[in-house]
């Protein structure tokens, strides 16, 4: 089955400060993706990538950037934390296939104080 | 307004009952479905995915599909205790980027 490893598994940070979420998939699929879980919301897509040195905005871009170095690893930064960041992320990847099933991490839990 | 919506948002069902749970697409260019299930603390895991009018098995899991409703749903028989999860529909469209767009989800308790 697909591994995809998040880093860290929770991260406390201060509003204003520079959070990296860090998202590494070892099964050579070409899209990578990135949501966050809010309750009530679902789960909500924030960029995605479709190859290495390529990113998407997705349907609430604001306040973040994605960068995808390589085809295995993909990170969120957020360059200048806010509290209505606090929330669950989550990466997954899929075989960029068009119609595809994901394979999602175990989550990132985000606290902005 | 969600282009996703599920129903209902909660559910809670004895053990060894029928647990039925329901997501319909306000935009008919959606014609591709999946349930995820996300245990807590854990991530979301596809649990099964119909394309096609009618019903698909898998085990006691049966989806339905109907197109021209843009209506799908998900019977679980025979619930266990460990069924007890977050239950996510999810669609695509094969115009536009592929984006899997997500349903609020349906948390299922099974009562032992």
């Known amino acids: 089955e697909a591994a995809v490893t998040q880093s860290p598994r929770n991260k406390v940070a201060v509003t204003g400060g520079k ?3 860090s998202c590494n ?7 990578m993706y990135w949501y966050r879980q809010d309750t009530g919301h679902g789960l909500r897509l924030i960029h995605y ?10 349907d609430i871009p604001d306040g973040y950037k994605a960068s995808r170095p390589s ?9 200048l934390a806010t509290p209505s960041q606090t929330s669950v992320y989550f990466c997954a990847s899929g075989p960029g296939l068009g119609v595809e099933t994901l394979y999602f991490g175990s989550g990132t839990r985000l606290t902005v104080l | 307004q969600q282009k ?6 909660s ?6 009952g029928m647990a039925s749970l329901n997501c319909t697409s306000s935009d008919r260019n959606f014609q591709y479905f999946w349930w995820y299930r996300q245990h807590s603390g854990e991530g979301p895991k596809a649990l099964m995915s119909i394309f096609s009018d009618g019903d698909k ?10 197109k021209a409703s843009l209506h799908v749903s998900l019977h679980i028989r025979d619930s266990q205790p460990s069924d007890s999860a977050l239950y996510f529909c999810a669609a695509t469209s094969s115009s536009g980027s592929w984006q899997l767009i997500f349903g609020s989800g349906t948390q299922l308790t099974v009562m032992p």
């Open chain 2, 11 to 16: 559910l809670s069902v004895p053990e060894g």
């Open chain 1, 49 to 58: 990538s479709y190859g290495a040195g390529s990113t998407e905005k997705g």
């Open chain 1, 19 to 21: 959070v990296t979420l």
């Open chain 2, 4 to 9: 996703v919506q599920q129903s209902p948002e």
């Open chain 1, 25 to 31: 998939q070892t099964n050579n699929h070409n899209n």
């Open chain 2, 57 to 66: 098995k898998e085990g006691r899991f049966t989806a339905h599909l109907n």
């Open chain 1, 71 to 79: 085809q295995e690893n993909f990170s969120l930064i957020l360059e």
